[in-house]
T-cell receptor, first 113, second 112 residues
Framework: AQTVTQSQPEMSVQEAETVTLSCTYD???????LFWYKQPPSRQMILVIR??????QNATENRFSVNFQKAAKSFSLKISDSQLGDAAMYFC??????????FGPGTRLSVLP | DGGITQSPKYLFRKEGQNVTLSCEQN?????MYWYRQDPGQGLRLIYY???????QKGDIAEGYSVSREKKESFPLTVTSAQKNPTAFYLC???????????FGSGTRLTVV
């Protein structure tokens, strides 16, 4: 069965600094997808970044990038130049091909001015 | 603009009452999903549908029911059999297997 673990329930970062959120997952499949979602206080879930497991190159979206280590089944999210608007819950999610998403428990990120 | 609309934003249910949460999408997505989110917890899958007139139970389907009569609509009914329905409910849709979910803005259900 798929599982997703986020070992950091809470994190904080100083504005303009860099922070890395951890995620590990477990799947027996070789073809799958990984995602990071952001849930701000409005509770709207927003897709931050997506990674296809068959691609070795790490995905990047502006200030957000991932460190995808397939052998270690690790998928961390790096936020550079943190902004106050980055404060939110962040969920890591994994999706086997043809299956549903599995979400991690989330990491609450605080950004300190 | 395409998106998912959930209504109402806030809903109050009396003990023993059934309530229905609405979820409508105009993204032409085939698959739709219902998740429950409790405070400080992640998302748990209630029901999902990959095609019209077909749906499957998720991890916590007891006390809930759904229908999928139209591609655009996937309403969730919280029945009186659901003993602890107070939660935040999120509807999502997806086009393909590798696509991310698009989420609605959620419905906050409270038992009074």
């Amino acid at each position: 069965a798929q599982t997703v673990t986020q070992s950091q329930p809470e994190m904080s970062v100083q504005e303009a600094e860099t922070v890395t959120l951890s995620c590990t997952y477990d799947t027996s499949e070789s073809d799958y997808y990984l995602f990071w979602y952001k849930q701000p206080p409005s509770r709207q879930m927003i897709l931050v970044i997506r990674q296809e497991a068959y691609k070795q190159q790490n995905a990047t979206e502006n200030r957000f990038s991932v460190n995808f280590q397939k052998a270690a089944k690790s998928f961390s999210l790096k936020i550079s130049d943190s902004q106050l608007g980055d404060a939110a819950m962040y969920f890591c999610a994994q999706r086997d091909y043809g299956q549903n998403f599995v979400f991690g428990p989330g990491t609450r990120l605080s950004v300190l001015p | 603009d395409g998106g998912i609309t959930q209504s109402p934003k806030y809903l109050f249910r009396k003990e023993g009452q059934n309530v229905t949460l609405s979820c409508e999408q105009n993204l032409n997505h085939d698959a739709m999903y219902w998740y429950r989110q409790d405070p400080g917890q992640g998302l748990r899958l209630i029901y999902y549908s990959q095609i019209v007139n077909d749906f499957q139970k998720g991890d916590i389907a007891e006390g809930y029911s759904v229908s999928r009569e139209k591609k655009e609509s996937f309403p969730l009914t919280v029945t009186s059999a659901q003993k602890n329905p107070t939660a935040f409910y999120l509807c999502a849709s997806s086009m393909g297997t590798g696509d991310g979910y698009t989420f609605g803005s959620g419905t906050r259900l409270t038992v009074v």
